[in-house]
């Protein structure tokens, strides 16, 4: 069976506490893109990690292993989720899954103490991470924040493979930075292939 994996990113503690939000499960185009992989028969789910603005990799690591990975697997994440995707497959070289989309990832360059991510983003990166996987593609904004930036420079000099999508001004790829829930490019890029 078809299924896709989400996962959202490291929220502001304000962000992961306040009412007014939504769970980050629930926010950006998370909740309009797993109705949208669910309608063309992609059982798609999207972990909520605990304590996601002070990430713990092995919290992450086991919210994320609820869940099954196959070669007919899509993984998508938006910024720290799709750091963690990176390292995961990194250390996991036996696993291959179906197409990885890493929108705006970021995995703390220069290891900057003010981000508490301890040692969240301690590892080797797979040269050969992409051989595993269908298609490893990502997403860059021309205006997103410079850690971002400079992960995705990080990430295309290390990985074999990778292919970048280029957007101009979509920001950190979040709600208040497109206009809306709808991300029609992600979810042609997931579909590409897989249908």
């Not at 309009?32 to 059982?43: A, H, N, R, S, T």
């Not at 003010?114 to 040692?119: I, K, L, N, P, Y």
């Not at 074999?160 to 206009?179: M, T």
């Amino acid at each position: 069976m078809k299924n896709a994996i989400i996962l959202h990113g490291r929220p502001d503690d304000w962000e992961y506490y306040g009412l007014e939000y939504p769970a980050q499960s629930n926010s950006h185009w998370i909740p309009w893109l797993q109705k949208q992989l669910q309608v063309k028969d992609i059982f798609t789910q999207t972990p909520e990690i605990p304590i996601s603005f002070k990430p713990d990799y092995k919290v992450w690591e086991k919210e994320f292993e609820r869940y099954d990975t196959g070669p007919e697997t899509i993984l998508v994440g938006h910024s720290c989720g799709g750091g963690f995707i990176v390292r995961w497959l990194s250390e996991h070289k036996e696993t291959k899954v179906g197409k990885v989309v890493l929108v705006a990832p970021w995995i703390n360059p220069g290891d900057k103490p003010e981000s508490e991510t301890g040692s969240f983003f301690h590892f080797d990166i797979d040269p050969n991470l992409s051989e595993r996987t269908k298609k490893t593609v990502i997403f860059r904004s021309s205006n997103d924040v410079a850690d971002v930036l400079e992960t995705i420079d990080i990430l295309r000099e290390k990985i074999k493979n990778i292919e970048i999508r280029e957007f101009k001004n979509y920001g950190h790829f979040c709600k208040s930075d497109l206009g809306t829930e709808a991300f029609p490019e992600l979810l042609e890029e997931c579909l590409k292939g897989n249908t």
